[in-house]
């Protein structure tokens, strides 16, 4: 089954104590992403990947790290997390070229099912 | 700062209506246009896109609108369905391709049976 699958998907840690979020998908997509879903702000994009070591800052980077060394995985590192961090953690993929309409669209993102991290 | 927004928080229709969602956006540079569905307890779901150079773009039920001398997205579903109750978000990219994203607050449709 084509999907995208995030670990853990409940987490609850304290300030400052080092943690990975992984995502991983199985439908070869060069594009992967992640985004933080905080009550009345909607998705805010945090880091993204064209491909294998190709990584872009999104909207809200500070406080987050990631890396691309393979395409199939694509984790969220959280160095020091900190209660601010508190959040519904989505990872999403896509099979995507600029410019270029493939099966009708330019860019459909394919979401996991997110990980809700709390930060004491 | 940029931002897309929504008109209304929440919308109520009855079944078999048609459903309308609005979204503002506010940079002209913007350049690709997509709208999601994200059910209670799920990841968002993509819906439909549309490009700037489109005012038009339909699907199955559903109907995308890009007016963009008032900049400005809706969203229309046809005979809407109590499936179709969820929260709905625009989104807009300035990259064309979509590759940075932002995503605007949502709105929830309930769907009245």
Same mark, same amino acid.
Request: glycine fraction near 8%.
């Given at each position: 089954?084509?999907?995208?699958?995030?670990?853990?998907?409940?987490?609850?840690?304290?300030?400052?104590?080092?943690? &990975?979020? &992984?995502?991983?998908?199985?439908?070869?997509? @060069?594009?992967?992403?992640?985004?933080? +879903?905080?009550?009345?702000?909607?998705?805010? +994009?945090?880091?993204?990947?064209?491909?294998? @070591?190709? &990584?872009?800052?999104?909207?809200?980077?500070?406080?987050?790290?990631?890396?691309?060394? @393979?395409?199939?995985? %694509?984790?969220?590192?959280? @160095?020091?997390?900190?209660?601010?961090?508190?959040?519904?953690? %989505?990872?999403?993929?896509?099979?995507?070229?600029?410019?270029?309409?493939?099966?009708? &669209?330019?860019?459909? +993102? %394919?979401?996991?099912?997110?990980?809700?991290?709390?930060?004491? | 700062?940029? /931002?897309?927004?929504?008109?209304? $928080?929440?919308?109520?229709?009855?079944?078999? *209506?048609?459903?309308?969602?609005?979204?503002?956006?506010?940079?002209?540079? /913007?350049?690709?246009?997509?709208?999601?569905?994200?059910? /209670? #307890?799920?990841? $968002?779901?993509?819906?439909? *896109?549309?490009?700037?150079?489109?005012?038009?773009?339909?699907?199955?039920?559903?109907?995308?609108?890009?007016?963009?001398?008032?900049?400005?997205? /809706?969203?229309?579903?046809?005979?809407?369905? $109590?499936? *179709?109750?969820?929260?709905?978000?625009?989104?807009?990219?300035?990259?064309?391709? #979509?590759?940075?994203?932002?995503?605007?607050?949502?709105?929830?449709?309930?769907?009245?049976?």
């Amino acid at each position: 089954e084509a999907q995208v699958t995030q670990n853990p998907r409940y987490l609850i840690t304290v300030t400052g104590k080092k943690l &990975t979020v &992984t995502c991983s998908q199985n439908m070869n997509h @060069e594009y992967m992403s992640w985004y933080r +879903q905080d009550p009345g702000l909607g998705l805010r +994009q945090i880091y993204y990947s064209m491909n294998v @070591e190709v &990584t872009d800052k999104g909207d809200v980077p500070e406080g987050y790290k990631v890396s691309r060394k @393979e395409k199939r995985n %694509f984790p969220l590192i959280l @160095e020091s997390p900190s209660p601010n961090q508190t959040s519904l953690y %989505f990872c999403a993929s896509s099979l995507s070229y600029p410019n270029i309409w493939i099966l009708g &669209t330019l860019n459909e +993102q %394919f979401f996991g099912p997110g990980t809700r991290l709390t930060v004491l | 700062g940029e /931002s897309v927004g929504l008109h209304l $928080p929440t919308l109520s229709v009855q079944e078999g *209506d048609n459903s309308i969602i609005n979204c503002a956006y506010s940079n002209s540079a /913007s350049d690709y246009f997509i709208w999601y569905k994200q059910e /209670s #307890g799920k990841g $968002p779901q993509f819906i439909i *896109d549309i490009r700037s150079n489109m005012d038009k773009r339909q699907g199955q039920r559903v109907t995308v609108l890009l007016n963009k001398t008032v900049k400005h997205l /809706s969203l229309q579903i046809a005979a809407t369905q $109590p499936g *179709d109750s969820a929260v709905y978000f625009c989104a807009e990219s300035r990259d064309g391709g #979509g590759f940075k994203t932002i995503f605007g607050a949502g709105t929830r449709l309930f769907v009245k049976a």
